[in-house]
């Protein structure tokens, strides 16, 4: 029998979980840590249609969209430190998520690199483009660093042959990929630019040399139901889909992940939202706090 949950309750939750309440604002840089750290992962600014927390959202203590606050003091803040937080390596950033900004907790770092198409080893990439899944242009990239160590984007530019505005979205395409992918990693910033300001990219594996030996000693089931896990308490409830579109796993997957889930009694799927289609799935102790 589905369980149905109050959604004013949900949210509620979802605010406090998120810092998303003036009186839970984060203030500070070390409070920002402690939110990633709290959220496991989470977007920089905006959600992009999921439930995911945001760094932006719980400085400003509220749920914020982008459109018209463009000036917010919270914006300047999150941009802030997004840069300082992974240059000390407190956090991982990157396009990881849905290759959207993303900052991510060092606990759960080698989870999302245990379910990467990596092995561990810098030449990992050429088996992913001789199967054709990984373009030209990002090993182009991918190999600039490989065999030239960090650089700031313009620099990058030339080194793989992507410099000059014909060829901006094929780079700026290329960097994406790589990040979703693990393979490199934004390390500092740059005024080596027309613009003053600009992104220095090494290789994952070379400003984290320990990532691969502990993603190697997470099994594939383990970090999928770690992440999900994470996810479901920050987010409380969500739909069974939700979770898939967000680390792109297949439905052989979902299914496999779910049926370990709800046999080991650590989630509930037969959740219903009131007026949303879909199962929903949700922690076995968030339950009794959001039952309708």
């Known amino acids: 029998m589905a369980v149905t949950v109050d959604p004013a309750r949900v949210e509620?939750?979802?605010?406090?979980?998120?810092?998303?309440?003036?009186?839970?604002?984060?203030?500070?840089?070390?409070?920002?840590?402690?939110?990633?750290?709290?959220?496991?992962?989470?977007f920089l600014f905006t959600s992009h249609g999921f439930a995911m927390p945001t760094l932006w959202e719980a400085i400003c203590g509220e749920a914020r969209t982008l459109e018209g606050n463009h000036d917010d003091s919270g914006m300047g803040q999150a941009w802030e430190w997004k840069d300082t937080l992974p240059a000390r390596k407190a956090c991982f950033y990157g396009k990881v998520l849905c290759k959207s900004p993303t900052l991510v907790s060092m606990a759960y770092l080698p989870h999302l690199y245990a379910l990467s198409p990596n092995y561990g080893s810098e030449d990992d990439y050429l088996q992913e483009y001789a199967e054709g899944r990984l373009t030209a242009e990002a090993k182009w990239v991918y190999e600039a660093l490989l065999r030239e160590g960090p650089q700031s984007t313009t620099r990058l530019r030339k080194l793989a042959g992507l410099d000059g505005k014909a060829n901006y979205l094929r780079f700026d395409r290329a960097i994406t990929e790589l990040q979703a992918g693990l393979k490199i990693v934004k390390v500092g910033i740059s005024d080596a630019s027309a613009w003053g300001y600009c992104y220095v990219y090494d290789l994952v594996l070379r400003q984290y040399p320990w990532l691969a030996e502990q993603a190697r000693a997470i099994p594939s089931t383990a970090a999928e139901d770690a992440l999900t896990l994470k996810y479901l308490e920050a987010t409380v409830c969500v739909a069974a889909d939700e979770v898939s579109r967000l680390f792109?796993?297949?439905?052989?997957?979902?299914?496999?992940?779910?049926?370990?889930?709800?046999?080991?009694?650590?989630?509930?799927?037969?959740?219903?939202?009131?007026?949303?289609?879909?199962?929903?799935?949700?922690?076995?102790?968030?339950?009794?706090?959001?039952?309708?």
């Open 12 to 42: 509620a939750l979802r605010e406090v979980r998120g810092r998303r309440r003036p009186e839970l604002r984060v203030r500070s840089e070390e409070e920002a840590l402690e939110f990633v750290n709290s959220v496991g992962f989470c």
């Open 248 to 292: 792109g796993w297949e439905p052989w997957r979902m299914e496999r992940l779910l049926r370990r889930l709800t046999t080991g009694g650590r989630v509930v799927a037969d959740v219903c939202w009131p007026g949303r289609p879909g199962i929903h799935l949700i922690r076995v102790e968030d339950l009794p706090l959001v039952c309708a």
